[in-house]
Structure formats: C-alpha cells, structure tokens
C-alpha cells in the first residue's frame, strides 16, 4: 500500500527486477529504424490542424424560428444555429458572427431561413445590411444566402399558406402597426394575393428538400474533401521525412555499425563479470521478499496500522473546527464617485447625473 495521508505509513519500497545495461537492436540498421521512427514521432506529433479552421469560409445558419434548424445539418458543416429574437435578427447576432469570422481569419456565410410572408422576405435583406456594415469594420467579407423560404418552392411543392393576421394596435392608428399593414398590401401585391407561408410547412413536409436547400448554399462555401487532403499531405510528408533520414543515415551507417559493435563487445564483458553478482543480487532480493512478509505478519504490522488509523479518526475534526471563522477583510475602493451610471440611486438622483453629463445641459 502506498503513503497514506491519514496516517503517514508507507509500505516498504523492494526492487521487482534488476535489469542489466543491454542494447536492444541487433544489428546497425534494426538500431537506424528504430531511430528514424522515433524521429517522425516526435517530429509529427505536434503537427496538428482542424479541418474547419482551415476552411475559407465560416459558415452559420440564421431562422426566423428555432424550430426548423437542423442540428445535424449544422454539425456536418461546422456552422453555428443562431434563431432570431423576437422575429428579428438582432444586431447583436451580426457582431457576433463577424468577430468570430474575423478572430478565426475567414470569411463569413450567413444562410437565412424565414417565412414567406410580409416580415420574412424582409428579413434577409435586413441582415444583409447589417453584416454589410459590421463587416466595413473588419477585415472580413461577408454573404447572405436566402436559402428558404422562397416564392420558387412555395409554387413548386404547393405549400399551403395562412391569411395574414391584422397588426395589434391598427384600430389606434399605432405606427408600427400601421407600417406593417403598408407591408402586408406591398407583399399582397409582390405575392399575387396569395396566403402567406410559414417556412415550417416546408421543413415538415418535404424535409430532405428542406435541407437540400440548405445544403445547395452550405456546399458552395465549404470544401467536402478537405479533411481527406489534409490527411494525405501528413501522410505524404512523413513519408518524405522517412526517405530523407534514411538517406542521412545510410551515409553514417557503417560508422554507427563500427561503434555498435564496440559497444556489443563491451556489454559482452560487462555481462560476464557481473553474471555471478546479478545472480546473488536476485537470489538475495527474494530472499529478502519472503522475509519482509513473514516479519510483517509476525509482528502484526497491519493489525497495529488500523488501529492507528481508528484513533487517529476518532478525533472530531469537524467539531474542533466548527468555531473557527475566517475574517475576510472588507474591501478598500475609491468609491462611486463621479460615476454616470450607478444602479443603487434613485430615479430622480440618476437623471440628475445624467444631465451632468450632457452636453445639452452644460
């Protein structure tokens, strides 16, 4: 058993074998490929890539809804699901996937998925200018697919469509409403008076069209048989490291045969003076085994260790403990002091800190 922290006993430490010096290789060149496959080991092992990392393009997919993203889908391409807050893509979820685009050194793809209807044929447009101006501030370009869904596959698989419903707010002449309600006679007119489609029909009901849709784009920005080339330029390099050290060493070869076989000899000698003391030395250690175990047992050594182990857990660790506190110190900072924001003022004391700070008041 080894060192134990509850009780500080370590068994006894005996040598299982002696091993004499010895030369492993027969002869020159069993010793050179040994050598050279311990090089490419070394060599290669700290060549490491990540296929997606070495692609052109990062690629994500942006829905309308988070219930027609594809995990799957997303996960044999690497791209990133972002569904949409509130039925709108958020500014915040450009400035994210440009920045990691622009942090991982590729180029942006963004596929949108949205419903036919007034606010979903808007919708990828909308990114699209959004990512336009992000990407200005980086140095990273930037497309926008529209990959669902569209008039085209609303005809082609007779998807059925829902009349569109009222804005909330239009009978108080709301501006948001009414802005949507201009939206829904622009789209009523570009759709010629059909119904709206959620793009959710599509993906339930003609799902392996849905993801060739997403596919069609997906394929277009990332390379299928990258990883497989990237294997075979390793593959193809540590072959060429391979004949590049056998040549080296075949020009040493005879060399290295010379000073193997000094050193054969050598060994040779080294094992014939001390065969006999080899020989004591094992006779000698397991001699010294068997004894180790008769006295162990004999003067009960491990019967004496558990009780030490029984008294030394009979002290009550937790309740000698219980009293002791730590008196952290309390924190020494300059305070809030001149602070625009400071959430624990109140509402009137927080606008008059405002107004501190503006321009218009000063």
Known sequence: MSRSAADSYRDARLALELSPARVEADDADELIRARIQQIIAQAFAGVQYDELGRQDYYLELWAEKSGVLDEDLAREYGATLRPAGGGEFSYQMVRDAIRIADARDQDLVVVVVSDWDPKGVDMPVSAARKLEIEAAFHDVEAYVHHAALTLEQVVEYDLPGTPAKDPSGLEYRNPGALAYERQKDTFAEYADDMDPVEVNAFEARHPEAYRDALRDVLDRYYDQDLG???????????????????????????????????LDDAL??????????????????????????????????????DKLRDEIRGVDEDDVLSDVDVAFPETETGGSDGALLDTRRGFHEQLRAYKEFDVRYS
Do not use: M, N, P, S
């Open 228 to 262: 497989d080339r990237l294997d075979q330029a390793v593959d193809d390099a540590r072959r060429e490291a391979e004949w590049r050290l056998f040549d080296a060493f075949e020009q040493h070869e005879d060399t290295i045969d010379a000073a193997l076989t000094v």
């Open 268 to 305: 040779d000698k080294y094992e014939r003076r001390l065969h006999g003391e080899f020989r004591q030395a094992r006779e000698a250690l397991e001699d010294l085994r068997h004894e180790e175990k008769l006295v162990r047992r004999e003067l009960k050594i491990e019967t004496k260790r």
